[in-house]
C-alpha cells in the first residue's frame, strides 16, 4: 500500500478512537557487493519498507511498528500501540509537534548518482580496488573489499498537520588488506564514503589501506606509566562519540550525564569549542528537520570550553521548560525519541599535527582505539582502552606501539586540553549522529603495557 | 508464509539461472519492549518484523537478496535476479524441486507464550524490579529496567531439499544501576535471558540479580582506580567466559578461518591452548538464551567441542565457509533477521569446568588481580587482539582479595592467552549476551568456571 493511502487510513482511524498519532515511514532501497582473488565473492540487494506510530491518548503514549503495511495493520498498529499506552501511563511531556510557522532549510542529502551508476560498473570498482591494493608486495590478500550503495525515502507526518518527507543517499567503498611480513600479520582498513558517487577515489582508499595495514609493522609495548597524549582526528573523534550523551538532556535529566544543571558552567578548557551543524552540505548527518520534525539549526553545545546547551528533544525541552535543539533521533523505525546529534565535532584549533607532536615531545600518538562499548563508560566518563600508536620522538612519529590501553576520564581530559590541529576528519556514522575532530593533544593519561 | 508450490518455483528459477544452491529463508518475529527509568515507564513498544531473503551460491560466490514484498512475481523475479548475478552459467535443470517438510523436536518448551501474557504482568515486573534496584541505597542515583520478548518463527527450505520451521521464544530482563555521589557516577548491570517465555521469571531470582546490580555500582562508587601492567588476572565464573568467546571463539568462526584470516586457521589437532582447557560450543542446551533447535539454515544444532584438553578440535562451519573449507556445516550459522545473509556465529560456548578449587585459585597468586565480573569486549580476529572491560574487579593481595577497583580493561592476543589459562575452576556457569558480528546482532552465551590467566596485561587508569 501507499503510503498516503497508509497515513490517510491510520489517521482515519485514530481520529474515530479519539487520539492523535504520529507514523514514521522509512523505505530503503540497498546493494552491496564485496570481491575476493578477482572475482565477486558476495552480492546484496534489498527493498524493505517499514512503519513506526505514536499514538497520545491523553496524557499517555504508546508506540508500535511494523515492517508489514497492509489494510490490517491500520488497526493493527493503532490498538496495539493504543494498548501500549494504557501501560505507559501518563506522559506529561512527550507530545505530538507541530508549527505551521515553521520554515525548513533545504538540506542537500541525496544525490542520484549512486543509482545511475550501473551495478555493472560499481562491481568493477570493488574489483580495481582489490587488485590495486593487491600491487603491494606485502599485501597477502584482503579481508574485505566492497562497495555498498543506499536510497532512503522517509516521511513524518501526525494528526495535528505535520507533513515532511527526505530522501537520502549514501555509497561507501571500503577495503581492510591483510598485510604479512615474516611472521606478523595485520589488516588495515580505508575507506571513502559520501551520498554521492563522486565521494569515492580509489587510488585515496587504496594508499591509506596499505598503509594502515603496514604502518604497525615492528609495533611493541611500552613500559607501563602516565604519558604525553595526542589522539589522531578519527580515534578523538570515536572518543567523542562514545561520550556523546554526556551532552543529552535525556541523560541529564536522569541523573546519569554529570553536566546536569551546568549550561552557563566553565567544563572544558577555553580552547574547545564543539559544534552541532546540521546543514553541511552532502554530509550524512545532515537534515532539515529532526526526529520530530522539529527544524534542525546550528549551534555550539561547548563554546570555549563553556556549556552553551545540553541537546533537546521536544519531550525533554517541555521538561525543562525551553525549546527543543531539534536533535530528536530515531532508530529506524522503531518509535522510541531519543536525543541525536546531526554533524557533531570538535571545532579545529589554530596548530599543526607537527606542532602538536613538538610539544607532546616522549608522549604517545595514539591512532586506533577498540573496545569502545566496553571500555568507555558514558555514566563516569571513565574510559580505559586497547590502543595502538607511534612513540613520539624529537617531534616526529617514531616506533609503532600496540597492546597498550589508554585510560582517562572524559570530563577530565577535556578540561586539560593542550592543543588542537588544523584539521577536522569525520567518521562514518553512528546511533547518534556524526562525529568529527581534529587532532588533539590532552595532556597526561595513564598507560598500561609491559 | 508463502504457499510450498512458490518457494519450489522459486528454488527451480534460481537453479535454472545458474546457481548450485538455493535457499529461501522466510521470518516473522514479534517483538515487546517495555522500558521503565526515571521513576516513569519510558516506552512501550510493540513490533513486528516480516521478510524473507534468497540466497544463492555458484562454488564459493555468493548472492543475497532480501525484500518485504511477498507477492509471487516478487519472490521470482528476486530469486532470477540473484542468480543472475553470480554470472555463471544457465543451465537446463530438468527435475523440478519437490520439498517434504521435516520438524526437528524442539526441546525447548514454552509454558508461557508472551503473546499470551497481559502486558501489565510485564510492566507489573519491570516495575517491581525498578523498585528493588532503586530503593537499594540511598547513592542509587537512577536505574533502568527493560523487559524485551521475542517470538520468532522461521522458514527455511533450499534446493538440497532443506525443507523445516522453527519457533523461538525468548525473554530477557535487562537491569541497570547507577549510583552517584554528586561528582561521579559508577554502573552496575545484569541481564538475565533465556530462551523461554514468561516462566523465566519464575526460573530466575530477578531479585537476586537486581540487588547484584544495585550492589555493583555501590562499590565501584568508592573503589579507587584500577593500577595497570602486567599481573595474573582470576577472572570469576559466568561472565568471565567472555574472556573465550573474544580471545577464541570469533577466532573460530568459518567467517575468519576459512580465507586464512584466522590465527587459528589450519591449525586443528595442534595445542593451542594450555591442557587445562576445554572449550565448547553447544546450541543444544536446554532453555538457554544461545540455544537453537535448528539454525537459521536449517541445520539441525549440535554440541561442538572446540579445544579438548587443549587441542584445537573442530571450528563454527556454516555452509558457505563449509565449501571453501572442505567441512561439514556444524549447525551454527545464524543471523539477527532476514535483512543478513547467515554465517558461523557462536551459541552458548563456554570454558568446560576443570579440577581446581575456587579458593586454591585465589590463595595462589601473591599480587594481581580478580575480575569478579565482566563487562564486554570486543575481537580483531585477523591479528588476534582482544579487550573487555572488567565491570567489578578487586585486587588480590598474598593469596586474598583485597580491595576494589574500578576502570580496569584486560587486553592480549587469543594464541598468547590461551595457553597462559593455567588453573580451572569447578563453578561453571553461563551468562546472556548479545554478539556483534557479520550477520547482525544474536543473542549467545558466554560461560566458565572460575580461570587463573598467569599473566595478563591489565590496563587501568593508576600507575602501578
Known amino acids: 500500500m501507499k503510503y498516503t493511502t497508509f497515513k490517510d487510513k491510520v489517521f482515519a482511524y485514530a481520529a474515530k478512537k479519539g487520539v492523535e498519532a504520529e507514523l514514521y515511514y522509512m523505505a530503503t532501497e540497498s546493494f552491496s557487493t564485496s570481491v575476493y582473488e578477482g572475482d565477486i565473492d558476495s552480492y546484496n540487494l534489498s527493498n524493505t519498507?517499514?512503519?513506526?506510530?505514536?499514538?497520545?491518548?491523553?496524557?499517555?503514549?504508546?508506540?508500535?511498528?511494523?515492517?508489514?503495511?497492509?489494510?490490517?495493520?491500520?488497526?493493527?498498529?493503532?490498538?496495539?500501540?493504543?494498548?501500549?499506552?494504557?501501560?505507559?501511563?501518563?506522559?506529561?511531556?512527550e507530545r505530538p509537534y507541530f508549527n505551521k510557522s515553521d520554515i525548513y532549510k533545504t538540506v542537500k542529502t541525496y544525490d542520484d548518482s549512486v543509482e545511475k551508476v550501473p551495478v555493472k560498473k560499481k562491481i568493477e570498482m570493488a574489483k580495481e580496488l582489490e587488485k590495486t591494493v593487491l600491487t603491494n608486495k606485502d599485501i597477502i590478500r584482503v579481508q574485505n573489499c566492497a562497495v555498498s550503495t543506499s536510497v532512503s525515502e522517509m516521511y513524518l507526518s501526525n494528526t495535528?498537520?505535520?507533513?515532511?518527507?527526505?530522501?537520502?543517499?549514501?555509497?561507501?567503498?571500503?577495503?581492510?588488506?591483510?598485510?604479512?611480513?615474516?611472521?606478523?600479520?595485520?589488516?588495515?582498513?580505508?575507506?571513502?564514503?559520501?551520498?554521492?558517487?563522486?565521494?569515492?577515489?580509489?587510488?585515496?582508499?587504496?594508499?591509506?589501506?596499505?598503509?594502515?595495514?603496514?604502518?604497525?609493522?615492528?609495533?611493541?609495548?611500552?613500559?607501563?606509566?602516565?604519558?604525553?597524549?595526542?589522539?589522531?582526528?578519527?580515534?578523538?573523534?570515536?572518543?567523542?562519540?562514545?561520550?556523546?550523551?554526556?551532552?543529552?538532556?535525556?541523560?541529564?535529566?536522569?541523573?546519569?550525564?554529570?553536566?546536569?544543571?551546568?549550561?552557563?558552567?566553565?567544563?572544558?578548557?577555553?580552547?574547545?569549542?564543539?559544534?552541532?551543524?546540521?546543514?553541511?552540505?552532502?554530509?550524512?548527518?545532515?537534515?532539515?528537520?529532526?526526529?520530530?520534525?522539529?527544524?534542525?539549526?546550528?549551534?555550539?553545545?561547548?563554546?570555549?570550553?563553556?556549556?552553551?546547551?545540553?541537546?533537546?528533544?521536544?519531550?525533554?525541552?517541555?521538561?525543562?521548560?525551553?525549546?527543543?535543539?531539534?536533535?530528536?533521533?530515531?532508530?529506524?523505525?522503531?518509535?522510541?525519541?531519543?536525543?541525536?546529534?546531526?554533524?557533531?565535532?570538535?571545532?579545529?584549533?589554530?596548530?599543526?599535527?607537527?606542532?602538536?607532536?613538538?610539544?607532546?615531545?616522549?608522549?604517545?600518538?595514539?591512532t586506533d582505539l577498540m573496545g569502545m562499548h566496553a571500555g568507555a563508560n558514558a555514566a563516569s566518563g571513565d574510559f580505559s582502552l586497547l590502543a595502538r600508536g607511534f612513540v613520539i620522538e624529537k617531534g616526529k612519529l617514531a616506533a609503532p606501539v600496540e597492546q597498550i590501553t589508554v585510560s582517562g576520564n572524559f570530563y577530565t581530559m577535556i578540561k586539560g586540553i593542550k592543543g588542537i590541529s588544523d584539521e577536522v576528519k569525520f567518521t562514518l556514522p553512528t546511533e547518534y549522529g556524526v562525529f568529527g575532530s581534529p587532532d588533539i593533544y590532552v595532556g597526561m593519561l595513564n598507560i598500561a603495557g609491559k | 508464509?508463502?504457499?510450498?508450490?512458490?518457494?519450489?518455483?522459486?528454488?527451480?528459477?534460481?537453479?535454472?539461472?545458474?546457481?548450485?544452491?538455493?535457499?529461501?529463508?522466510?521470518?516473522?518475529?514479534?517483538?515487546?519492549?517495555?522500558?521503565?527509568?526515571?521513576?516513569?515507564?519510558?516506552?512501550?513498544?510493540?513490533?513486528?518484523?516480516?521478510?524473507?531473503?534468497?540466497?544463492?551460491?555458484?562454488?564459493?560466490?555468493?548472492?543475497?537478496?532480501?525484500?518485504?514484498?511477498?507477492?509471487?512475481?516478487?519472490?521470482?523475479?528476486?530469486?532470477?535476479?540473484?542468480?543472475?548475478?553470480?554470472?555463471?552459467?544457465?543451465?537446463?535443470?530438468?527435475?523440478?524441486?519437490?520439498?517434504?517438510?521435516?520438524?526437528?523436536?524442539?526441546?525447548?518448551?514454552?509454558?508461557?507464550?508472551?503473546?499470551?501474557?497481559?502486558?501489565?504482568?510485564?510492566?507489573?515486573?519491570?516495575?517491581?524490579?525498578?523498585?528493588?534496584?532503586?530503593?537499594?541505597?540511598?547513592?542509587?542515583?537512577?536505574?533502568?529496567?527493560?523487559?524485551?520478548?521475542?517470538?520468532?518463527?522461521?522458514?527455511?527450505?533450499?534446493?538440497?531439499?532443506?525443507?523445516?520451521?522453527?519457533?523461538?521464544?525468548?525473554?530477557?530482563?535487562?537491569?541497570?544501576?547507577?549510583?552517584?555521589?554528586?561528582?561521579?557516577?559508577?554502573?552496575?548491570?545484569?541481564?538475565?535471558?533465556?530462551?523461554?517465555?514468561?516462566?523465566?521469571?519464575?526460573?530466575?531470582?530477578?531479585?537476586?540479580?537486581?540487588?547484584?546490580?544495585?550492589?555493583?555500582?555501590?562499590?565501584?562508587?568508592?573503589?579507587?582506580?584500577?593500577?595497570?601492567?602486567?599481573?595474573?588476572?582470576?577472572?570469576?565464573?559466568?561472565?568471565?567466559?567472555?574472556?573465550?568467546?573474544?580471545?577464541?571463539?570469533h577466532a573460530l568462526e568459518a567467517t575468519s578461518v576459512a580465507k586464512g584470516n584466522s590465527v587459528f586457521a589450519g591449525k586443528l589437532g595442534e595445542k593451542i591452548a594450555n591442557e587445562k582447557v576445554t572449550a565448547i560450543d553447544d546450541g543444544t542446551l536446554e532453555s538457554e538464551w544461545g540455544s537453537n533447535t535448528i539454525d537459521d539454515e536449517g541445520t539441525k544444532t549440535t554440541k561442538n567441542v572446540l579445544i579438548e584438553n587443549g587441542i584445537l578440535k573442530n571450528y563454527l562451519v556454516d555452509r558457505l565457509g563449509a565449501r571453501r573449507m572442505n567441512m561439514e556445516p556444524n549447525g551454527c550459522s545464524r543471523r539477527q533477521s532476514y535483512k543478513y545473509a547467515p554465517t558461523s556465529r557462536m551459541s552458548n560456548t563456554f570454558i568446560a569446568p576443570g579440577e581446581d578449587e575456587s579458593d586454591a585459585i585465589i590463595a595462589s597468586v601473591a599480587d594481581g588481580l580478580y575480575a569478579k565480573k565482566m563487562g564486554g569486549g570486543s575481537v580483531n580476529p585477523v591479528t588476534g587482539e582482544f579487550n573487555f572491560a572488567v565491570q567489578e574487579g578487586y585486587l588480590i593481595k598474598n593469596g586474598k582479595i583485597d580491595r576494589p577497583v574500578r576502570g580496569a580493561t584486560l587486553i592480549g592476543k587469543g594464541s598468547e592467552v590461551l595457553p597462559k589459562i593455567d588453573m580451572v575452576g569447578k563453578d561453571l556457569a553461563l551468562a546472556e549476551g548479545m554478539c556483534g558480528s557479520a550477520s547482525g546482532s544474536i543473542p549467545t552465551c558466554v560461560g566458565q568456571p572460575m580461570i587463573r590467566v598467569s599473566s595478563m596485561t591489565v590496563g587501568g587508569r593508576e600507575a602501578k
Open chain 1, 49 to 93: 519498507s517499514g512503519i513506526g506510530i505514536r499514538v497520545f491518548n491523553n496524557n499517555s503514549v504508546g508506540n508500535a511498528y511494523s515492517e508489514v503495511i497492509d489494510e490490517r495493520s491500520v488497526k493493527m498498529l493503532v490498538d496495539s500501540a493504543m494498548d501500549n499506552a494504557v501501560i505507559s501511563g501518563i506522559q506529561e511531556y
Open chain 2, 1 to 249: 508464509m508463502l504457499p510450498v508450490f512458490i518457494i519450489e518455483k522459486a528454488l527451480d528459477l534460481a537453479l535454472e539461472n545458474g546457481a548450485d544452491f538455493a535457499e529461501i529463508f522466510i521470518e516473522d518475529t514479534l517483538k515487546n519492549t517495555l522500558t521503565m527509568t526515571n521513576d516513569k515507564m519510558e516506552a512501550v513498544i510493540s513490533g513486528r518484523i516480516h521478510g524473507y531473503g534468497i540466497r544463492v551460491f555458484s562454488g564459493t560466490k555468493s548472492v543475497y537478496a532480501y525484500s518485504g514484498d511477498f507477492s509471487q512475481r516478487s519472490v521470482y523475479s528476486l530469486a532470477k535476479e540473484v542468480a543472475a548475478a553470480l554470472s555463471s552459467k544457465k543451465i537446463d535443470k530438468t527435475d523440478p524441486i519437490i520439498l517434504n517438510k521435516q520438524i526437528f523436536e524442539n526441546k525447548h518448551i514454552i509454558a508461557n507464550y508472551p503473546l499470551a501474557v497481559e502486558a501489565k504482568e510485564k510492566a507489573k515486573i519491570v516495575s517491581e524490579t525498578y523498585r528493588i534496584i532503586k530503593t537499594y541505597d540511598p547513592r542509587i542515583v537512577q536505574a533502568s529496567v527493560t523487559y524485551l520478548d521475542e517470538d520468532r518463527s522461521i522458514m527455511v527450505a533450499n534446493s538440497e531439499g532443506v525443507f523445516t520451521e522453527d519457533r523461538a521464544v525468548r525473554t530477557r530482563l535487562v537491569m541497570n544501576a547507577v549510583a552517584g555521589d554528586g561528582n561521579q557516577n559508577q554502573t552496575g548491570g545484569e541481564s538475565p535471558g533465556r530462551r523461554m517465555g514468561f516462566e523465566m521469571f519464575e526460573k530466575v531470582n530477578v531479585e537476586e540479580l537486581a540487588k547484584s546490580a544495585a550492589k555493583t555500582a555501590l562499590t565501584m562508587l568508592s573503589a579507587p582506580e584500577c593500577p595497570s601492567g602486567v599481573m595474573p588476572v582470576v577472572i570469576g565464573n559466568g561472565f568471565g567466559g567472555v574472556i573465550f568467546h573474544e580471545a577464541c571463539g
Open chain 1, 160 to 366: 495535528l498537520g505535520l507533513n515532511l518527507s527526505d530522501k537520502k543517499s549514501s555509497v561507501i567503498m571500503y577495503v581492510s588488506p591483510i598485510a604479512k611480513k615474516n611472521n606478523w600479520v595485520n589488516n588495515g582498513f580505508a575507506y571513502d564514503a559520501g551520498i554521492g558517487m563522486e565521494s569515492i577515489d580509489i587510488e585515496r582508499i587504496k594508499e591509506k589501506g596499505i598503509n594502515e595495514a603496514l604502518k604497525y609493522y615492528g609495533a611493541k609495548q611500552i613500559n607501563s606509566g602516565a604519558y604525553k597524549v595526542v589522539f589522531e582526528k578519527e580515534t578523538m573523534a570515536i572518543l567523542l562519540t562514545c561520550f556523546f550523551t554526556i551532552f543529552s538532556s535525556d541523560s541529564a535529566q536522569k541523573g546519569i550525564s554529570l553536566l546536569k544543571g551546568r549550561e552557563g558552567e566553565k567544563i572544558a578548557s577555553e580552547n574547545l569549542t564543539i559544534i552541532d551543524d546540521p546543514h553541511m552540505p552532502g554530509a550524512f548527518g545532515s537534515e532539515s528537520f529532526d526526529g520530530e520534525g522539529v527544524p534542525t539549526y546550528k549551534k555550539n553545545i561547548i563554546e570555549k570550553g563553556v556549556l552553551n546547551t545540553l541537546l533537546y528533544n521536544t519531550k525533554t525541552a517541555a521538561k525543562a521548560g525551553i525549546k527543543s535543539t531539534a536533535n530528536a533521533g530515531r532508530a529506524g523505525i522503531v518509535p522510541y525519541i531519543g536525543i541525536s546529534a546531526h554533524n557533531c565535532y570538535i571545532k579545529k584549533g589554530m596548530h599543526t599535527l607537527d606542532d602538536l607532536l613538538y610539544e607532546a615531545e616522549g608522549g604517545v600518538y595514539i
